[in-house]
């Protein structure tokens, strides 16, 4: 499926380029999603490799259990040889948590695995743009892997830190927000708060804020917009870990990264 998407995209799996005007932000959760996370590895590590700068790799929660410091709760673990090379990813920085993009389509714009919830903004200290958000989490993931990956209600505990950007579930993230002005667009992936199968919402997101949502069935991408223009994108499609029964299809968007 990883394959077919790139394909698609004018990126070869194979020798692992990129076309010049495209840059690749893959959102996380390489790992266990699937029945061949070794395969999936090995590709992105082609890619890192032979497109420095066009492939970006966010750290989702399945990879952070990994030997990087985050809550373990997976029943699969991968062998010693995959983990070695998520550490060098991160060791070598070229996989981080969150990166900032200027679009056209959204304006500034923060990427992450899971979203960055109002309280976990509120404690790197308000930052006004993506850019310095970005940083302040990488930042932080560095110091304190535990602080960058606490978990929160998908792993049925009352975080005593903020949630964070690879654990967010859809109604933290959403919730937190809700009556709130959104400082600038996120997009994420890690868990959809549309139930793709039946059409239907997560349980406990506010009527206020699915009311202003828009959804592409097709593409599995949803759309929540914020009065001041700003929005919230999710394009998770809900695979688990068997083979995927849809395709793969990315989020487009014209722009530049910031940092």
């Known amino acids: 499926m990883l394959r077919r998407c790139l394909r698609d995209i004018g990126a070869d799996a194979t020798d692992g380029t990129v076309p010049d005007d495209l840059v690749i932000v893959q959102v996380g959760d390489l790992v266990h999603k699937g029945p061949d996370s070794a395969g999936v590895v090995a590709i992105v590590d082609r890619m890192l490799a032979a497109s420095p700068g066009h492939w970006i790799q966010l750290i989702g929660n399945h990879e952070a259990q990994e030997g990087l410091g985050g809550p373990e709760f997976w029943h699969e673990s991968l062998t010693d040889f995959l983990r070695d090379d998520l550490r060098r990813w991160v060791d070598t920085a070229q996989a981080r948590l969150a990166v900032a993009l200027d679009t056209v389509e959204y304006g500034p714009v923060l990427v ?14 308000r930052p ?10 990488n930042k932080e993931l560095a110091a304190d892997p535990g602080l960058a990956f606490a978990a929160g209600e ?3 505990v009352k975080p005593r830190l903020p949630v964070g950007v690879a654990w967010a579930s859809p109604r933290e993230l959403l919730q937190s927000w809700d009556m709130e002005p959104l400082p ?56 688990g870990n068997d083979a995927a029964a849809v395709p793969l299809v990315p989020l487009i968007l014209n722009g530049e990264v910031r940092a």
Request: with cysteine.
């Open 184 to 239: 600038f667009s996120q997009v994420h992936g890690h868990a959809s708060p549309r139930r793709w199968e039946s059409g239907t919402w997560s349980p406990g997101l506010p009527r206020r804020t699915t009311a202003r949502a828009s959804t592409d069935e097709r593409k599995r991408h949803s759309d929540f917009s914020w009065p001041g223009g700003e929005h919230i994108l999710c394009v998770d499609p809900d695979f």
């Open 154 to 156: 998908m792993l049925g």
């Open 112 to 125: 992450t695995h899971a979203g960055l919830t109002r309280q976990k903004w509120v404690a790197i200290g």
């Open 128 to 137: 006004d743009d993506p850019a310095a958000t970005a940083a302040a989490l």
